[in-house]
């Protein structure tokens, strides 16, 4: 049973660029939510998707935008990057029937 | 708003010694908890969660936590840590099922041999 798979695992872009990150959530699973965590912190929580609708948002600038796929798989979007945006961004799943997010091994985002 | 504190930003301990992670949240009605660890370039795996009942909670790899009302409290515990406990542990909570689960900022667990 594949988990929750996060593409590409790492990635280096420059300074005002754009960026797309992909998450396939585990099978059964139909909510998805983006966390971001910064070299020596916690994750904190970016937003959350379920019925392709985002359903609840962290403090986090429109930079960060997002969308969820009828197949449950998501993406997130940040545009013009900034070198405060570079840390591992982390994919979570998880089901209506019982409380247990999986996580994804993460996006390793850079921005020089 | 909801927040967690870990108060310790690295614990040593030595190979077959017990372990206690301390974890401390703040939240008005009955949160829902957690403790996920992350090795090194990895996602976070989750190692017991509580929602409600017993207060002793098991989890894997021989983990469990309590939890205290009263001290707002829910410190994860081992009797007897491996070298590969060595990680990164994070205890978190959220509201209810469905919500954001909030982070707090990580106790990095070195192992002695």
């Known amino acids: 049973d594949a988990g929750v798979t996060q593409s590409p695992t790492h990635l280096i872009k420059t300074r005002g660029q754009q960026v797309t990150l992909r998450c396939s959530p585990k099978s059964g699973h139909d909510t998805v939510s983006w966390y971001q965590q910064a070299l020596g912190q916690g994750p904190q929580f970016i937003f959350q998707y379920y019925e392709e609708e985002e359903r609840q948002r962290g403090n986090f600038p429109d930079r960060f935008s997002g969308h969820q796929f009828p197949n449950y798989s998501s993406e997130l979007n940040v545009n013009a990057l900034l070198l405060g945006d570079s840390a591992l961004y982390l994919c979570?799943?998880?089901?209506?029937f019982g409380y247990g997010y999986t996580f994804g091994s993460g996006t390793r985002l850079t921005v020089v | 708003a909801q927040s967690v504190t870990q108060p310790d930003i690295h614990i040593t301990v030595s190979e077959g010694a017990s372990l206690e992670l301390r974890c401390n949240y703040s939240?008005?009605?009955?949160?829902?908890l957690f403790w996920y660890v992350q090795s090194p370039g990895q996602g976070l795996q989750l190692l017991l969660k509580?929602?409600?009942?017993?207060?002793l909670v098991q989890g894997i790899k021989g983990f469990e936590a309590e939890f205290k009302r009263s001290q707002s409290s829910f410190n994860l515990r081992k009797p007897s840590v491996h070298w590969s406990d060595a990680a990164e542990y994070f205890c978190a909570v959220a509201s209810n099922r469905d919500d954001k689960i909030i982070f707090g900022k990580g106790t990095r667990l070195h192992i002695l041999p």
């Open positions: 979570a799943s998880s089901d209506r």
């Open positions: 939240y008005g009605a009955t949160p829902y």
């Open positions: 509580y929602f409600s009942g017993d207060t």
